[in-house]
């Protein structure tokens, strides 16, 4: 490291390269093709911003395609490269904790292996980090072009269900590609939930944060690791992991239904009591019955789901587990 920089610039000492370290952690599952295009480009990225004094921490998530050999291999030739293996695919969001743990640097940025979080921006970041004083510099896409239209609709909708139930502010197309310091790293490791969502934790624990934009890059190598199904379910746990709100909505329906039948209970008494013709009405009998355990179901899937992730929670099971390091 170069003394002379580090004390020049000694109010901002900890961002490269005037000083500290930085640590990538790059979450990987079946990335054997885009692995080594990743390792170039960020290469690039680190002598186009001066970097010296950094280290990737590849997080290699269960792979059955070779992964693993490619990284044995990368880490004798780089000292630099650091690697976890984990003993089956945990998903991506027990990765990204695997490597923000292992991580050693002063700041450190999460990025897909895939080019889709583009190295070529880590120069601006740390630019922004060092001279805005930011904790935090986060990356936004603008556009979702190349994307399935109805993943980038679902993704849109997702968003606003999302920023209308949780009192966080969710930006629509965030990456999990922020750049953080140490004091982000901490506060985010100090959370020790099983049911993660990174974004959400990013927004929960705070900080000064800067939002730079990108244009979508489509993936270099290799295809997504993510179904429709699994979006999904990834979706619905983001948000019972930041809000309770369904809760509320459950319980305000069935207030509302309460309300309702004690109306009802009241006119038709005074009906059957003028009239005596309650005979009718077996149509809309049934159909009040089905909605209202259609109602009745939903609801309790949703407190439901809340009490699967309660159990989750209490059995302390480790996130993931490591089989192999370097
Ligand atoms: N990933 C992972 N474990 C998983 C799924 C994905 O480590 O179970 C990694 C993957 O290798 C990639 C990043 O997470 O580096 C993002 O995945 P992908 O590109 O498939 O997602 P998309 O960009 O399509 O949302
Ligand atoms: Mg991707």
Redesign the pocket.
């Known amino acids: 490291m170069n003394t002379a920089m580090s004390d020049a610039a000694s109010d901002s000492p900890r961002v490269p390269p005037y000083g500290g370290m930085f640590s990538a952690i790059?979450?990987?599952?079946?990335?054997r093709e885009?692995l080594p295009i990743f390792y170039a480009e960020f290469l690039r990225a680190m002598e186009s911003a001066g970097a010296e004094n950094f280290e990737i921490v590849f997080?290699?998530?269960?792979?059955k395609d070779g992964?693993l050999e490619y990284l044995r291999e990368l880490a004798a030739k780089d000292s630099r490269v650091k690697y976890i293996s984990l003993s089956r695919?945990?998903?991506?969001e027990?990765?990204?904790y695997a490597g923000l743990r292992a991580a050693r640097g002063d700041i450190a940025a999460i990025?897909?292996?895939?080019l889709?979080d583009p190295p070529s921006l880590l120069p601006q970041m740390f630019r922004e980090m060092r001279e805005g004083g930011y904790d935090s510099v986060a990356t936004r896409r603008r556009t979702r072009r190349g994307e399935s239209p109805a993943r980038s609709f679902c993704a849109r909708a997702f968003y606003r269900v999302l920023n209308s139930l949780s009192s966080l502010k969710f930006v629509e197309g965030a990456r999990?590609f922020r750049l953080i310091n140490r004091r982000v790293i901490d506060a985010v490791l100090e959370m020790p939930e099983y049911n993660r969502f990174i974004k959400g934790m990013y927004e929960w624990v705070g900080f000064k944060t800067k939002w730079i934009e990108f244009d979508n890059v489509e993936?270099c190598a290799?295809?997504?690791?993510?179904s429709f199904a699994?979006?999904a379910m990834y979706s619905l746990d983001a948000l019972t992991s930041f809000s309770t709100i369904p809760l509320v909505v459950a319980a305000a329906i069935g207030i509302f239904f309460c309300l309702l039948s004690s109306v009802a209970i009241v006119l038709l008494s005074i009906r059957q009591l003028i009239y005596h013709n309650s005979a009718y009405g077996w149509t809309s009998m049934i159909c009040v019955i089905f909605f209202l355990s259609g109602m009745q179901l939903f609801c309790l899937g949703v407190i439901g789901h809340y009490m699967s992730k309660l159990y989750l929670e209490s059995k302390r099971r480790p996130p993931y587990i490591i089989k192999e390091k370097n």
């Open positions: 790059v979450p990987c599952r079946d990335e885009a997080v290699e998530d269960g792979s992964t695919n945990f998903g991506k027990a990765a990204m990025m897909d292996a895939d889709q999990d993936r290799g295809k997504t690791k993510w699994g979006l």
